[in-house]
């Protein structure tokens, strides 16, 4: 299942005889959904057959960046990065490394292989278990800047303090532990380095257990439930008995659209909020 170079005939061959649910479907949907969205744009017979205009997450990170002015002067970490577009264009913009971090192993698998042939290659779900190959060309060939590691964006392989600046998109509903998370994001980052949150809290006890969620249960409470009301009180001193003291919260911004394409007849839209950071002194 982790091999890349079988033939379009044979791997709709392993997708029939695997079926649906099955590992290798699952695989194929992530490539298909995070590989259309973050590379579709440089495919150009998209958008096909036009129901999504692909390109969600470029139009989300740009804005993301436009408060960030202060200079990053070394190296960048992207958590859960997916198929890794998001890494690239980071270099590109601060023209410095990056190192994109996820732990689906064929996301990252097709990310490394840009590196290597300047080439993303993806199964683009049409229906069903009936995807299309697609390879698209990028101008990402040997880019020495990019690296991707698999690992645990709640159990990182870096020392304190490392990073200057900090990206996860769409990653907080996604993990066991929203909140360990949070820390090890913080712990990672420079005194000063700035950092981008953005999530759409889909909370789904499939992913993060219900005890877990930061938000979305508990509505007689303070923060009446409310996700991004519990978010700023972790970060901000005293605001929460586990407020994460170290990060502080710069800008907010509202309802950036984000778009994860499903099949051919089928889209999810979210609004997301995003939520810029500094790593603060610590005392
Ligand atoms: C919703 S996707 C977002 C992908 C990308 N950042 C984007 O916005 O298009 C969440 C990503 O986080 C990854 N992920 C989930 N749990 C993770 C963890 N504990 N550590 C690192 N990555 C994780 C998934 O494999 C997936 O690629």
Redesign the pocket.
Known sequence: MKRNDYSENMESLLGDCMGPGSMFDSIRQ?LST?GF??YGDLDVREPEPSNVIPG??LG?LSESLEKITTPVNGPII??????G??SFELSKKFNTSVIG????FS?LQAAANVIETGRFTYPKRTEGIAYDKKIIETDFKDNNDVDFWV?????LPFFDSLFSFG?????L????SPYL?LQEFARVLKQGANAII?TPYDWSPS?VPVENWLGGHSQRSESKGRSETMLRSLFSRGGHPDAIETLELIFEKQNLP?T?RIHNRSVMNYSVHVMGLKKLMVE
């Open positions: 992530y995070y969205d973050h969600s997450v989300l992207d958590l859960g990065c997916s198929v577009r998001t971090i996820d732990l689906n996301m690992c645990d964006g709640l159990n990206l996860s998109l769409n990653l509903d996604c993990v066991g998370h953005s992913a984000w994860v």
